[in-house]
């Protein structure tokens, strides 16, 4: 949690995450490395999805995942969620991020995960 504290300001933390204990507690769990907060920040920079909405499409990644009874290196989720944000393009802002990423994996999986 340092590290992204590290990376956010404060202000824009409690603004985004404050109202959302799962939110929270995702970020708490996952974004303890300044690397893996940087290139998350980089991400969100770099498409149409806010920080909060790329935090959801993790959570329901996570959930698929235990589902599945798989897991995934943070590298590849951060790269399925990478593609899930490409493939909607100009419809970006109609669809929740989490929805686009509901479907892809429910559709086309996730060769990257491994079974746990």
């Known amino acids: 949690?340092?590290?992204?504290?590290?990376?956010?300001?404060?202000?824009?933390?409690?603004?985004?995450?404050?109202?959302?204990?799962?939110r929270f507690a995702w970020v708490q769990a996952n974004l303890c490395h300044v690397?893996?907060?940087?290139?998350?920040?980089s991400a969100v920079d770099d498409g149409p999805y806010s920080l909060p909405q790329w935090v959801d499409a993790f959570i329901a990644m996570e959930q698929w995942l235990d589902?599945?009874?798989?897991?995934?290196s943070w590298e590849a989720q951060l790269?399925?969620?990478?593609?899930?944000?490409?493939?909607?393009?100009?419809?970006a802002n109609l669809t929740p991020l989490s929805g686009i990423l509901s479907d892809m994996l429910d559709d086309y999986g996730f060769e990257q995960a491994a079974e746990k």
Do not use: W
């Not at 992204?4 to 409690?14: H, N, P, Q, V, Y």
């Not at 690397?35 to 920040?41: H, S």
């Open 67 to 72: 589902t599945q009874g798989k897991r995934a």
């Open 1 to 22: 949690m340092c590290a992204f504290m590290k990376e956010i300001d404060i202000g824009k933390f409690r603004g985004q995450f404050s109202n959302s204990p799962a």
């Open 79 to 91: 790269g399925y969620v990478h593609c899930a944000c490409d493939a909607v393009g100009a419809g």
């Open 35 to 41: 690397d893996a907060v940087r290139e998350l920040l």
